[in-house]
Nanobody
């Protein structure tokens, strides 16, 4: 199983940018599709972005398309989410997740993931 630790969350003003990171350890990180999810207060956790093990294929939720960029560095066992043009509705705890199996090439559903980080808080003020 992959161990995941997120970092980089903070309070930012609307319109600003922020990058959150996820450090992975425990297994061959480069073999697994990865994703970011988020959970706002009082809401269910939702999918944000996913990236294949190679980084070749990427998928975004409509709500973040054009503003957020997911990336990975397999040499460093790191996953990133660059967030630009942040809005108050982006306020949430952001979680990284690793696919439960290397057969999930571009996982997007929660059931596809076997490992989760503890989350990092991103707060966007208006």
């Amino acid at each position: 199983q992959v161990q995941l630790v997120e970092s980089g969350g903070e309070l930012v003003q609307s319109g600003n940018s922020l990058r959150v990171s996820c450090a992975a350890s425990g297994v061959a990180f480069g073999n697994y599709g990865m994703a970011w999810f988020r959970q706002a207060p009082g809401k269910e956790r939702e999918f944000v972005a996913a990236i294949s093990w190679s980084g070749t294929n990427i998928y975004y939720a409509d709500s973040v398309k054009g503003r957020f960029t997911i990336a990975r560095d397999n040499a460093k066992n790191m996953l990133y989410l660059q967030m630009n043009s942040l809005k108050p509705e982006d306020t949430a705890v952001y979680y990284c997740a690793a696919a439960a199996s290397s057969t999930y090439y571009l996982p997007t559903r929660e059931g596809h993931f076997g490992s989760w980080g503890q989350g990092t808080q991103v707060t966007v003020s208006s």
